[in-house]
């Protein structure tokens, strides 16, 4: 009989025979146990034909990346710690120094400020193009150009690209990917439901799982989806060097918020488009950006190419708002939370200062807050948006 410390480590427990639950059990290793030397010499990560080391996956992670990669219409997905991970894993296994990167004015400004941290140390240059101009992006390209960043709508400013004209100006190019320009969204927006990525032409989508499969508000992760087995392994060996793993509890409670993302995809949606509508109306209001709105920019696109939209709306106020006023505005309302993020239970808010955060000119004088609708009722956020608007004037 072994000593105690022992036997707590070697216990008899099997789990329950039979035990057929709907639910993903929860698995969780730093390293698997191999039975012998022959077996842990044949180890192969890379086709998923077997378990190596925890930060190349368990059987939940692997459930995961397969729903992922379902979820968007793709083929292989790896999975990440967040979303931002999920960007610069993309641009460390398909730039070297010399290469050129492509960014849209409007994006997530982490994936800039990642190009003009790290990619810019490493030697790879960038250029910021105009997303609503496909000749902007033709004359932005270059034999350097390696990698074109993607994003439907942009973040904050909430333009609507015509996907397929950008990627007519890629595919112009040669050689063909993998070897040639390589085209990638940011698919957070669109989250796999409002419209199909690689139906759209991009050869890697990328997804904060953060945002709608989670759903919760608490827990960050990303993924990479790609159709192109090629493109995946390049992007799957640069995720095991660089040492990426995501969590087992994290990965159920994602698999467990999937389960209901296109229900609160459409919900959320719904109430955001009555806000939106809603805001246009206000005195106080100059414009709202939200692309299901006639005369938002690219709203023609969205409508060509999407079924839905997501949960968010930015209002620009009229130049006659100070700043002061508009954090007054922020700072009164009750329901919608000062928060980034979004596409949890709960609305949040944020003020922006656009021109700080984009290159090129922004014609607009007053202030932006982009709203992220959650799942309250409708009545009782547009309530609240009333009251604060009372506010704004003091
Ligand atoms: C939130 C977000 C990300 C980053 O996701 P995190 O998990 O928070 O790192 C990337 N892109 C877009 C469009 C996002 O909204």
Same mark, same amino acid.
């Given at each position: 009989?072994?000593?105690l410390?022992?036997?707590?480590?070697?216990?008899?427990?099997?789990?329950?025979?039979?035990?057929?639950?709907?639910?993903?059990?929860?698995?969780?290793?730093?390293?698997?146990?191999?039975?012998?030397?022959?077996?842990?010499?044949?180890?192969?990560?890379t086709?998923?034909?077997?378990?190596?080391?925890?930060?190349?996956?368990?059987?939940?992670?692997?459930?995961?990346?397969?729903?992922?990669?379902?979820?968007?219409?793709?083929?292989?997905?790896?999975?990440?710690?967040?979303?931002?991970?999920?960007?610069?894993?993309?641009?460390?296994?398909?730039?070297k120094?010399?290469?050129?990167?492509?960014?849209?004015?409007?994006?997530?400004?982490?994936n800039?400020?990642?190009?003009?941290?790290?990619?810019?140390?490493?030697?790879?240059?960038?250029?910021?193009?105009?997303?609503?101009?496909?000749?902007?992006?033709?004359?932005?390209?270059?034999?350097?150009?390696?990698?074109?960043?993607?994003?439907?709508?942009?973040?904050?400013?909430?333009?609507?690209?015509?996907?397929?004209?950008?990627?007519?100006?890629?595919?112009?190019?040669?050689?063909?990917?993998?070897?040639?320009?390589?085209?990638?969204?940011?698919?957070?927006?669109?989250?796999?439901?409002? %419209?199909?990525?690689?139906?759209?032409?991009?050869?890697?989508?990328?997804?904060?799982?953060?945002?709608?499969?989670?759903?919760?508000?608490?827990?960050?992760?990303?993924?990479?989806?790609?159709?192109?087995?090629?493109?995946?392994?390049?992007?799957?060996?640069?995720?095991?060097?660089?040492?990426?793993?995501?969590?087992?509890?994290?990965?159920?409670?994602?698999?467990?918020?999937?389960?209901?993302?296109?229900?609160?995809?459409?919900?959320?949606?719904?109430?955001?488009?009555?806000?939106?509508l809603?805001?246009?109306?206000?005195?106080?209001?100059?414009?709202?950006?939200?692309?299901?709105?006639?005369?938002s920019?690219?709203?023609?696109?969205?409508?060509?190419?999407?079924?839905?939209?997501?949960?968010?709306?930015?209002?620009?106020?009229?130049?006659? %708002?100070?700043?002061?006023?508009?954090?007054?505005?922020?700072?009164?309302?009750?329901?919608?939370?000062?928060?980034?993020?979004?596409?949890?239970?709960?609305?949040?808010?944020?003020?922006?200062?656009?021109?700080?955060?984009?290159?090129?000119?922004?014609?607009?004088?007053?202030?932006?807050?982009?709203?992220?609708?959650?799942?309250?009722?409708?009545?009782?956020?547009?309530a609240?948006?009333?009251?604060?608007?009372?506010?704004?004037a003091?």
């Amino acid at each position: 009989m072994s000593e105690l410390p022992t036997r707590l480590i070697h216990h008899p427990y099997q789990p329950p025979a039979g035990f057929q639950a709907i639910t993903v059990p929860i698995y969780k290793a730093s390293t698997v146990i191999f039975p012998d030397v022959a077996a842990l010499r044949r180890r192969d990560w890379t086709q998923k034909a077997g378990y190596t080391y925890g930060l190349q996956g368990t059987p939940t992670t692997f459930l995961l990346e397969e729903r992922v990669a379902s979820l968007e219409g793709g083929r292989y997905c790896t999975l990440v710690p967040s979303g931002l991970a999920a960007l610069s894993l993309v641009d460390m296994a398909l730039l070297k120094a010399g290469d050129e990167v492509l960014i849209p004015d409007n994006a997530y400004g982490p994936n800039k400020a990642f190009a003009e941290g790290e990619l810019q140390a490493w030697g790879i240059t960038h250029r910021y193009y105009d997303p609503m101009s496909p000749a902007d992006l033709a004359a932005s390209m270059s034999d350097r150009t390696r990698l074109v960043w993607l994003e439907a709508p942009g973040s904050i400013t909430l333009e609507f690209p015509d996907l397929p004209a950008l990627m007519a100006v890629i595919r112009a190019r040669q050689p063909a990917p993998p070897e040639g320009v390589i085209a990638a969204l940011d698919n957070t927006w669109g989250a796999g439901l409002a %419209f199909n990525a690689f139906d759209a032409g991009v050869d890697i989508s990328v997804h904060a799982l953060t945002k709608y499969p989670s759903g919760g508000a608490d827990v960050l992760m990303g993924s990479v989806v790609t159709r192109d087995e090629a493109l995946h392994r390049r992007i799957q060996y640069c995720h095991m060097r660089v040492g990426h793993g995501v969590a087992g509890n994290d990965a159920e409670l994602v698999l467990r918020g999937m389960s209901t993302m296109s229900l609160r995809y459409a919900a959320q949606d719904a109430a955001t488009r009555t806000l939106a509508l809603w805001m246009q109306q206000q005195p106080q209001v100059a414009e709202v950006r939200h692309p299901a709105l006639p005369g938002s920019p690219g709203h023609a696109a969205w409508q060509r190419d999407c079924s839905g939209a997501a949960c968010l709306f930015s209002v620009i106020f009229k130049p006659e %708002f100070e700043q002061r006023q508009i954090d007054i505005f922020c700072d009164s309302l009750q329901l919608f939370k000062l928060g980034y993020s979004w596409a949890g239970p709960m609305s949040l808010c944020v003020p922006y200062d656009v021109p700080s955060i984009r290159r090129r000119p922004w014609p607009h004088a007053g202030g932006l807050v982009r709203f992220s609708v959650g799942l309250e009722h409708v009545a009782d956020l547009q309530a609240d948006l009333a009251q604060a608007l009372t506010k704004l004037a003091g």
